[in-house]
């Protein structure tokens, strides 16, 4: 009987999927797209300005789409189930389009969506079933040309003018854009001094209740220093501060001999209201802020979240909903279902008498609901036996947020106090005011935990209870008329600069100027990183620093390209494809409006860019070796010092350079101190990845990569990363040749041992078997070699003159049958095994002579004849059959550990040409 064939992108929803559908359906996975653009071409028409992309088999999908038009062709009904977005919607189209071979096969495919992977929300979505909506793959298709002309026909000018391999990101540049602003702002900035002054109190003979009340006015008008303006040219001020020590002094002295009084007491009720439910770039800060998580890692931890965690009995279960979007709204069965649970578990005073609903962005897209669980009855510690480490608390995190959001509001009650200190020096009446909160009712709170974000940057006029400790708890003031002090505290300040962004402030700067989507904010901070643009020292919390080739690259493309690589002009196509998406503007009509505008600045660029390759500056510097002037040069690494008197004709000219430290990110800071490794983290699952060694080299794979179903997340090492991981290291053993230390070296084969000394000296260490010499030459001895492919055999060191090989380890001992001068070693799960070389039919032949190079014709046919005569006569010996057990097969290998191996960085995404 023929089954409905069901495709979806990842074998883990496959398995979940194929569960609840049952029997009649056969569930199989894309692995992602099985369609782009080709790599060594630019693959968009653009003559006659269509447009129009040119769209192949992905390389390497070529046997899974067969295999799945096989699939297709007996099935009775085909469903394409990605997921619920652009990008599911595209490969949802490129199925189609291989499937549908011909009318008939198109009548039997049909698109289904869901936002939860669960049994009632899977098997409701088959019941709705519809066409690929040609709006959403428009959209995903525009995006997908817009980069791929940006990338294309931008890169080929880095390659010519700073460095090859370069490329051009349209928004990844916008981003590093924002980096680089942030870190001239920084070196820019000067701080600006301020003095706060403070004074511990106590009513009077009460001197156990003590209290902090900050400094604000004299005589009723308030202290502040003046900070400059801000970007709109607005005048900011600090806030209840002097600016320098002579004021400060001033008034200290003043309040030496002052009687305090309480002018006014105010206490009033502050309610808290709850958060909304998760949105992706919330998860993604929230994630950053209390778990330490980078965006890869929360997005591939709540990806198989979605997809499903095997839960006991129940199974394999999609525990949240689908986790790219930019709508805090939520289903009302699910809105009732916490707001059950909140009566139940907790009391009907920690819930509100109607459900809290909240509202979205004004461009929000709003086509999925916010990020929830998908039962709520599942609690974190209900199912914690069942998720990782990692899994729980990204679980834990969404679940509370969203149960905390139909929860009552926290309330505090807030008390303001206003104090009067008359100098008896000078009659002045100086200001000060004590603020104070207290948790009445924890309400949400008891639930879910708010951290207080930081402000951005200093320098804003503080407002009502700014920095006067509105934690601590005043103590009952009622009747209280006069006032003791205990002491004065005066502290010196300065502004502090704007902070660097880290991943969690970039993607809320990102959010916040429209630039991107939930589904790019991943992808954005992943290739600025990969394309080593910007480094990120200090683990998942830590900040961006721009690279010297970041800084380089984007002034370029910022100062040639100043409209496409705006920032507002960036933000506009965003909302250009929104329009796309939702039928409002043909995806052609966007596209030649942009073109016109790069197409400009792109012929400019072409002639005006400036070359970076070529750049020779002559600086105040004298060369350390001959005094001759230093040039500021570019080389592959950034720029340096180079001797002026360096000439490439002349063997003996001076040849001194030196590295320019000024090009490069100061990591001398806080943050940069406390770099470390930080673990890399697969987009799929989420789970650390390990080092791999294969047919091209090491790579980074999911420790997943061999498990049913499999993970295949796999990553190429950056050159950065290679070369760190291929540096020498020094071994404690000297070369028994030149005396110089052995370093272990990673080759084409893997590792090796060799001298310190190569060129010079080149010893390589080879592990020999002793005592035994080439059974073939009788004059090399036999060595331990590494294939291509990572094998092991051995060889005769006397290669290329003997080219005796052998898979199986060598062994000085005779074979007791047939007198074999050595046996073979081998291994198998039943144990160690000697066997002899002869166990095989071997065959003995002799070559015929080379002939001279100088022979008549008729000479060289008869040479000819008689070589084959030879070369027929072959002696075929009886195979030998010794075998002997020698031993327990060793124990396999430990898999690979986070300690073993460190992290790399993502392999580019491919925008620019393919060499």
């Known amino acids: 009987m023929s089954k409905s064939l069901v495709i979806v992108e ?171 602003e942030r870190e001239r702002e920084i070196g820019a900035f000067k701080p600006v001094e301020y003095w706060t002054l403070e004074a511990v109190l106590h009513p009077e003979k009460q001197a156990a209740k003590t209290f902090t009340a900050r400094f604000v006015g004299v005589d009723g008008d308030p202290v502040r220093v003046d900070n400059g303006v801000d970007k709109e040219g607005k005048a900011q001020f600090i806030g209840n501060a002097l600016p320098d020590a002579k004021q400060m002094d001033a008034v ?113 897209q709003d086509a999925h609901e916010a990020i929830r669980p998908t039962d709520v009855a599942r609690t974190p510690e209900s199912i914690a036996r069942y998720l990782s480490d990692e899994q729980l608390k990204l679980y834990t995190l969404i679940w509370r947020r969203f149960v905390s959001s139909q929860m009552t509001p926290a309330v505090y009650d807030v008390t303001t106090a206003r104090i009067a200190a008359v100098s008896a020096k000078n009659g002045k009446t100086y200001d000060f005011r004590a603020s104070g909160s207290v948790l009445r009712f924890d309400g949400f709170l008891k639930v879910y935990e708010v951290v207080e974000e930081k402000k951005e940057e200093d320098g804003q006029e503080g407002g009502e209870g700014s920095g006067e400790g509105s934690s601590q708890a005043l103590p009952n003031l009622d009747g209280v008329r006069t006032l003791e002090n205990d002491k004065l505290n005066s502290k010196q300040s300065f502004t502090q600069p704007p902070p660097r962004y880290n991943e969690a402030s970039l993607v809320k700067v990102l959010e916040e100027r429209g630039v991107g989507r939930p589904s790019t904010y991943a992808s954005i901070i992943n290739t600025i990183q990969d394309r080593e643009y910007v480094v990120k020292p200090g683990g998942p919390r830590g900040p961006f620093y721009p690279t010297e080739i970041g800084v380089v690259v984007c002034d370029l493309l910022v100062k040639n390209f100043p409209y496409i690589f705006d920032t507002a002009y960036t933000a506009k196509l965003e909302r250009e494809l929104d329009e796309v998406e939702d039928g409002k503007e043909k995806w052609t009509d966007l596209l030649k409006g942009f073109y016109v505008h790069f197409e400009e600045e792109l012929k400019d660029a072409e002639k005006s860019m400036e070359s970076i390759k070529a750049m020779e500056i002559r600086t105040g510097e004298k060369c350390d070796v001959c005094g001759s002037p230093l040039l500021l040069k570019w080389g592959k690494f950034g720029t340096f010092f180079a001797c002026s008197a360096y000439n490439k004709k002349d063997k003996n000219s001076c040849t001194f350079t030196k590295e320019n430290t000024a090009g490069k990110p100061d990591l001398n800071t806080p943050e940069g101190q406390e770099a470390e490794a930080a673990d890399e983290y697969c987009d799929n699952c989420g789970r650390v990845m390990i080092l791999k060694r294969g047919l091209f080299g090491p ?48 080759g084409s084969y893997g590792e090796f041992v060799s001298c310190s000394g190569y060129p010079k000296c080149k010893y ?52 007791p049958k047939c007198k074999s001068p050595y046996l073979l070693e081998k291994t198998l799960k039943s144990g ?56 327990d097969a060793p124990p396999p290998p430990a898999l690979p550990t986070v300690n073993t191996h460190g992290p790399v960085k993502e392999e580019d995404e491919e925008l620019e040409p393919v060499s």
């Open 10 to 180: 990842s074998p883990a929803k496959a398995k979940t999927i194929g569960k609840y559908l049952g029997k009649d359906f056969e569930v199989q996975a894309s692995i992602g797209h099985i369609m782009d653009l080709p790599k060594n071409d630019i693959g968009v028409e653009l003559k006659k300005r269509t447009f129009e992309p040119t769209l192949i088999v992905s390389p390497g999908k070529e046997k899974l789409v067969d295999q799945l038009k096989k699939a297709a062709l007996k099935a009775d009904h085909i469903y394409l189930a990605p997921d619920p977005d652009r990008e599911g919607e595209a490969i949802a189209y490129h199925l189609a389009l291989q499937l549908g071979i011909n009318a008939m096969q198109r009548k039997k495919i049909q698109r289904v969506t869901f936002n939860e992977i669960t049994k009632k929300a899977v098997q409701e979505a088959f019941k709705h079933a519809r066409d690929i909506d040609q709006d959403l793959v428009d959209a995903q298709q525009t995006r997908r040309v817009l980069d791929r002309l940006v990338g294309y026909q931008v890169s080929p000018l880095l390659w010519d003018k700073v460095r090859r391999g370069l490329s051009a990101g349209r928004v990844q540049t916008v981003a590093v854009r924002l980096i680089v």
């Open 699 to 746: 790579f980074m794979s999911c420790p997943g990569f061999s498990e049913d179903p499999p993970c295949k997340t796999i990553r190429k090492l950056t050159q950065k990363a290679q070369q760190k991981l291929s540096a020498p290291q020094p071994t404690g053993e000297d070369c028994p040749l030149c005396g110089k230390e052995l370093v272990l070296r990673q």
């Open 764 to 815: 390589v260490k080879q592990n020999l078997i002793e005592g035994m010499k080439c059974p073939k030459c009788e004059i090399g001895d036999l060595a331990e070699r590494k294939a291509r492919r990572g094998n092991i055999f051995w060889g005769c060191t006397n290669y290329p003159k003997c080219d005796f090989t052998s898979n199986y380890k060598p062994v000085a001992k005779k074979c």
């Open 252 to 364: 200290v002295t003043a309040l030496e001999k002052a009687r305090w009084t309480l002018s006014s007491v105010q206490a009033k009720e502050q309610q808290r209201r709850p958060l909304s439910p998760f949105i992706t770039s919330q998860l993604q800060r929230e994630a950053s802020t209390k778990l330490g998580f980078n965006v890869r890692r929360t997005m591939g931890v709540a990806q198989r979240l979605y997809e499903g965690v095997e839960v006991g009995s129940e199974g394999t279960v999609g525990l949240i909903t689908y986790m790219r979007t930019d709508s805090p709204r939520c289903s009302p069965e699910s809105i009732e279902a916490a707001r059950n649970w909140v009566k139940t578990t907790l009391g009907a005073r920690y819930l509100p008498g109607t459900a809290n609903s909240y509202k979205g962005k004004k461009d929000a």
């Open 832 to 887: 160690v095994f000697l066997f002899c070389p002869n166990s095989k039919p071997q065959a003995e032949e002799e070559i015929a002579p080379k002939t001279a190079a100088k022979k008549t014709a008729a000479k060289k046919g008869a040479a000819k004849k008689a070589a084959v005569k030879v070369a027929a006569r072959v002696v075929v010996t009886e195979p030998c059959e010794y075998e002997k057990r020698i031993g």
